[in-house]
């Protein structure tokens, strides 16, 4: 990986690697954590069993949605109502080229990202703990999918992490809608400015460095609002559930899973 950009080959990813893939002739960015044996989990708007319509756009579920020819063991699995899901990594991509998110960026660096989504300064947990998160979510779901709160990004950021916001009423974790948030914020910020200067070359310049320091005050690794919270856990704060119960993991279950 390198500061302009995040490419990697296939062989250079390792279990617990979070992923990335573009969609749409880069219009938005598709995130999963990467747990070996080819097989990628990530998170996607959900299909209700029960009903033939999905609680997302048709528009963005055809471009997540398993291919229905792929003859992978375990290429699709899901809980039902559930929506993470198990990949092959070729799905996952589809047409796409293959990315690897960056954990522990400095400031800088994360500052001299032009686009968001690909980099933070928080650290990564171990690759097991990472792969456990993984795991036991997609038995467990990750609750409703939202763009802007709960995307496939905050679901890798917080298998890589275990950091949860707990400001409901704020951007969630994903470096992509504090991009969305940071761009209409920076350009209202440098407005009065463009007074102050009647070039447009400055008038750019600081709408820019605006929207950069938007996107870093956003980041997970510099936020004072989030804690560690164990996925055992992520049910009850979250408020996914009423109380706590306890859930009997099946290892060899998750293992095939991976290895099938």
């Given amino acids: 990986m390198g500061l302009l950009t995040h490419r990697v080959e296939r062989s250079e990813i390792k279990p617990g690697d979070h992923i990335y893939t573009y969609r749409a002739v880069f219009t ?20 209700n069993i029960n009903s033939s319509s999905d609680t997302s ?4 579920d055809s471009m997540t949605s398993i291919p229905s020819s792929c003859n992978i063991p375990d290429c699709g699995f899901r809980q039902p109502n559930s929506g993470v899901a198990l990949s092959c990594l070729d799905c996952f991509l589809g047409k796409g080229s293959l990315y690897c998110f960056e954990y522990g960026a400095t400031p800088s660096v994360f500052l001299a990202k032009v686009r968001g989504g690909t980099c933070t ?14 795991m036991y979510l997609l038995q467990n779901g990750f609750g409703n999918y939202d763009v802007m709160g709960n ?3 905050d679901f890798a950021l917080y298998c890589k992490t275990g ?13 992509q809608a504090s991009s969305v948030i940071g761009a209409p914020l920076a350009a209202l910020l440098s407005s009065p400015l463009k007074l102050l200067m009647p070039s447009p070359v400055g008038v750019a310049t600081v709408t820019a460095g605006m929207y950069c320091m938007s996107r870093y005050a956003t980041d997970i690794g510099v936020r004072s609002d989030v804690i560690k919270v164990a996925v055992e856990d992520l049910a009850v704060n979250l408020g996914w559930a009423d109380h706590h119960e306890e859930v009997n993991e099946d290892n060899e279950a998750s293992h095939r899973l991976i290895t099938g």
């Fill in 151 to 153: 995307n496939c990004e």
């Fill in 121 to 134: 300064t928080a650290a990564s947990d171990p690759p097991e703990t990472v792969i456990h998160r993984a």
């Fill in 57 to 60: 756009s048709d528009f963005y």
């Fill in 163 to 175: 950091l949860l916001v707990m400001d409901k009423q704020g951007v969630g974790r994903s470096g």
């Fill in 28 to 47: 938005y960015s598709h995130h999963g954590i990467f747990v070996g044996g080819n097989k990628v989990v990530h998170f996607t708007p959900r299909q």
